[in-house]
């Protein structure tokens, strides 16, 4: 996933935290999202980041659970508070 991530960066040359910051390496391996619905789940990824890098990050994921018979850990995920719902 770091990989992809850097790879991601140097063709589009940004910053590696815009693509995925270190915390949403760690999600990702950690809780194996095998769905956009899943990514969006992950902090630092909303409907946008999905849309411009979710498949690539996606697909080593199943790929990976494919290959050595693991199965997503969503279900242990807190789901993200919505900044708009928070109340100051």
Do not use: H
């Amino acid at each position: 996933l770091k990989q992809k991530r850097d790879e991601i960066c140097e063709k589009v040359q940004l910053p590696v935290y815009i693509v995925a910051s270190t915390q949403s390496l760690k999600e990702m391996c950690l809780y194996l999202p095998k769905t956009p619905g899943d990514l969006e789940r992950i902090s630092g990824f909303g409907k946008i980041k999905i849309r411009q890098y979710g498949e690539d990050f996606l697909f080593i994921i199943r790929e990976y659970c494919e290959t050595y018979g693991y199965a997503s850990n969503m279900q242990e995920k807190e789901i993200k508070k919505n900044k708009k719902n928070v109340e100051k």
